[in-house]
C-alpha cells in the first residue's frame, strides 16, 4: 500500500512554462484534493474531485486544471507558469464514507519553483 | 464561510515543558475539527480528530485536544514535549458541508530545545 503518491518532488519551471503534477492514490478512495502550502498562509484547496469524472475549484483555482479519468489517479496542470505560483503543492485523498469527518491522507508534496 | 485561526505562528520551547497551541475556529454548523502535524521534510500526518461526543480527544504522540464549543476553540496540548515534536502544527476545520472541503489554519511552528 503507497498510499498517496506525487510525482516529480522537486521542479524548476520558467515563466510561461505548463506542466503537470502527479498524484495517484491505492486506496480506492473518492475524494481528492489539491492544495497549496506557502508560508504563513497555510493550506489553501485549489481544487477537488468527489469521484471520477467530477471535479470543482477550491478557494484558489485560477491557473490551474484538473481531471479526474480515473478513481485512482488526480493530475493538476499548470497552464502557463507563473513566479506567483512557486510554492509547495500537497495531494490528499478520503473515503466518502463515514460523513465529512473523515482524515485526509497526504502525499509527500511536490516542490515547485517559477522562475 | 468557515476560517480557522491560529494565534501562534512560532513556539519555542525546552524538552519537557508542557505545550498549547491554540485554535480558533468560526463557523456556525457543526463541524469536525482536526490536527494535522508536518514534520521537516515531510507530509502532513493526523494527530488527532473530533467528530462528536467526549470533547477531549486524544491522539498520538501523548498529544490531546477540547473541543470548546461557546469558545470555538480547540487546543491542542501536551504535558511534556521531546526534541521529536519540533514540527509545524496545523489546525483544520471542515463544517457539514458534504465534502471534505478543509479549511487550514496557518500553521503554528514549533521547536524544541534538548
Known amino acids: 500500500n503507497a498510499g498517496v503518491t506525487q510525482t516529480p518532488k522537486f521542479q524548476v519551471l520558467k515563466t510561461g512554462q505548463s506542466m503537470t503534477l502527479q498524484c495517484a492514490q491505492d486506496?480506492?478512495?473518492?475524494?481528492m484534493s489539491w492544495y497549496r502550502q506557502d508560508p504563513g498562509m497555510g493550506l489553501r484547496l485549489i481544487h477537488y474531485?468527489?469521484?471520477?469524472?467530477?471535479?470543482d475549484q477550491g478557494e484558489v483555482p485560477n491557473g490551474y486544471n484538473v481531471s479526474r479519468s480515473t478513481t485512482e489517479d488526480f493530475p493538476l496542470r499548470l497552464l502557463s507558469a507563473a513566479p506567483s505560483q512557486t510554492s509547495v503543492y500537497f495531494c490528499?485523498?478520503?473515503?466518502?464514507?463515514?460523513?465529512?469527518?473523515?482524515?485526509?491522507?497526504f502525499g509527500d508534496g511536490t516542490r515547485l519553483s517559477i522562475l | 464561510a468557515q476560517s480557522v485561526s491560529q494565534h501562534n505562528h512560532h513556539v519555542i520551547l525546552s524538552e519537557a515543558a508542557s505545550l498549547e497551541l491554540g485554535c480558533n475556529y468560526s463557523?456556525?454548523?457543526?463541524?469536525?475539527l482536526f490536527w494535522y502535524v508536518q514534520y521537516p521534510g515531510q507530509h502532513l500526518q493526523l494527530l488527532l480528530k473530533?467528530?462528536?461526543?467526549?470533547?477531549l480527544v486524544k491522539g498520538i504522540k501523548g498529544f490531546e485536544a477540547e473541543f470548546i464549543k461557546s469558545k470555538f476553540s480547540f487546543n491542542l496540548r501536551k504535558p511534556s514535549v521531546q526534541w521529536s515534536d519540533t514540527a509545524e502544527y496545523f489546525c483544520?476545520?471542515?463544517?457539514?458541508?458534504?465534502?471534505?472541503?478543509?479549511?487550514f489554519g496557518t500553521g503554528t511552528r514549533l521547536l524544541v530545545s534538548p
Open positions: 474531485s468527489v469521484g471520477a469524472g467530477i471535479t
Open positions: 486506496m480506492n478512495h473518492e475524494y
Open positions: 490528499a485523498s478520503s473515503h466518502s464514507t463515514g460523513g465529512v469527518g473523515q482524515p485526509q491522507h
Open positions: 473530533y467528530f462528536s461526543g467526549d470533547p
Open positions: 483544520a476545520v471542515n463544517g457539514d458541508t458534504g465534502f471534505q472541503k478543509l479549511v
Open positions: 463557523y456556525g454548523g457543526t463541524v469536525n
